[in-house]
């Protein structure tokens, strides 16, 4: 991902928040076609009126023009990059964004993380030192014991309780039948707030953490 370029863009930023929000008119070209990159559209006021003409390549870089009602460029202005595709992180094997990084890194990862963090996942972190036959391997031992879990939690008649969200009444239908719907219950809010504020965590290497967001302990997963 990038960033917008918003020192040098205040005028569209300002413009963009008083009440021009709507992009509309985009044009892609065909999926396999030379221009498939390409994306041009305008940005509309409350009347429905273009008010800035938009043109680049979502995958490079976006760029911004203000336009007349017929959508042509005004005399005197002229087109200002906006937005550019932010480089590739180094030694990135996957294609990554810095985002993607951020959110995989232990760098990021709070006091006293969550054994069920993802960041801990073996499999995902085989991956991320390129050991993909240990990845795969990692991956198959948390699908088996998954499964499992499940064949002991339905010979247990047990009932899987999430600990940060609680069952609503509201059920959704959608094309695969009526799903139940859970509420975030705020209690990881006062987990961590709790741990932030606290001056007696002792730091700790997270990469020795065991990943563990089973419900039954020392399970086989045959």
């Known amino acids: 991902m990038g960033s917008p370029k918003k020192d040098q863009n205040k005028g569209f930023f300002a413009a963009m928040s008083s009440g021009l929000s709507r992009f509309g008119k985009a044009m892609h070209r065909s999926v396999g076609g030379a221009g498939r990159y ?3 559209g305008y940005v509309y006021n409350a009347a429905e009126e273009p008010q800035i003409l938009m043109t680049g ?7 911004y023009q203000p336009c007349d009602l017929e959508g042509e460029p005004l005399p005197g202005t002229e087109l200002k990059e906006v937005w550019h595709v932010a480089d590739v992180p180094k030694d990135d094997k996957f294609q ?3 985002f993607a990084h951020k959110l995989n890194s232990f760098d990021t990862a709070p006091k006293k ?3 069920s963090d993802s960041r801990l996942r073996p499999d995902r972190y085989a991956l991320e030192k390129g050991d993909l036959s240990k990845s795969g391997a990692e991956k198959s031992r948390l699908e088996e014991r ?3 879990e499940k064949r002991e939690r339905e010979a247990k008649h047990d009932q899987f309780t999430p600990k ?3 069952l609503t009444e509201e059920v959704t239908p959608t094309p695969w039948g ?3 719907v859970y509420q975030y219950n705020s209690k990881y809010t006062e987990h961590r707030a709790a741990i932030d504020s606290s001056d007696s965590i002792d730091a700790v290497d997270v990469t020795s953490i065991e990943f563990n967001p ?7 997963a045959e």
């Open 178 to 180: 009526d799903l139940e």
């Open 146 to 148: 998954q499964r499992a």
């Open 57 to 63: 390549k979502w995958n490079e870089s976006m760029s």
């Open 38 to 40: 390409e994306v041009d």
């Open 96 to 98: 990554y964004t810095y």
């Open 164 to 166: 940060w969200f609680d």
């Open 113 to 115: 993380l969550l054994a």
């Open 214 to 220: 089973w419900q039954y302990g020392n399970l086989s």
